[in-house]
């Protein structure tokens, strides 16, 4: 699958050394039973494991096209954040994950990456980053990382079968590569 962040979603690899563009790197294999809160995802682990694919985006020109391609859909996911957010808060079922998707920044360019959710205090949120990270030094998959909620592109409940909720931009670069020549 595609995504600018959601593990059902595919990713947008970092571009050709030398070129500007963005990544968004897939997340590992998410835990049929989700680690307690005080403790880290287990990275690449479990068995309902993600389908993401890298996603290319070489030139700037083909980044700027891909972002407003997907920006509907960002703003979606970010209305619909608030219900997910909530189903967290009271408690979601034993083996589901929730996942939110942001942006890494580097003078390299950015990179989308999940953020399994550990914790939501006001407008913010905690969690480990749970993808592999291509394109932007100084982080790396499981790193404890906090972001403001209006840095969220996306959003995905992984249920332990390896279904999802969310995950709409995930989900539209998923249809959108299937229909594109490789």
Do not use: C
């Amino acid at each position: 699958r595609t995504g600018v962040g959601g593990p059902a979603g595919s990713a947008v690899a970092p571009p050709p050394e030398g070129t500007p563009g963005s990544a968004v790197a897939p997340p590992p294999p998410v835990a049929a039973t989700p680690p307690p809160a005080a403790e880290p995802p287990r990275v690449g682990s479990g068995s309902n494991a993600s389908k993401d694919e890298p996603v290319r985006a070489s030139t700037s020109a083909e980044r700027e096209k891909m972002e407003r391609e997907i920006a509907p859909y960002i703003e979606r996911a970010r209305k619909s954040y608030p219900d997910a957010k909530k189903r967290y808060l009271a408690g979601l079922p034993r083996g589901h994950r929730f996942s939110v998707v942001t942006r890494l920044h580097s003078t390299e360019g950015d990179e989308a990456v999940f953020v399994t959710v550990t914790g939501i205090k006001g407008d913010q949120v905690t969690g480990h980053i749970d993808s592999d990270v291509r394109g932007v030094a100084g982080y790396k998959a499981g790193d404890s990382y906090t972001l403001s909620e209006r840095d969220i592109v996306d959003w995905v409940i992984v249920k332990p079968d390896g279904s999802e909720e969310g995950n709409l931009v995930g989900k539209f670069l998923d249809e959108r590569n299937a229909k594109q020549p490789h």
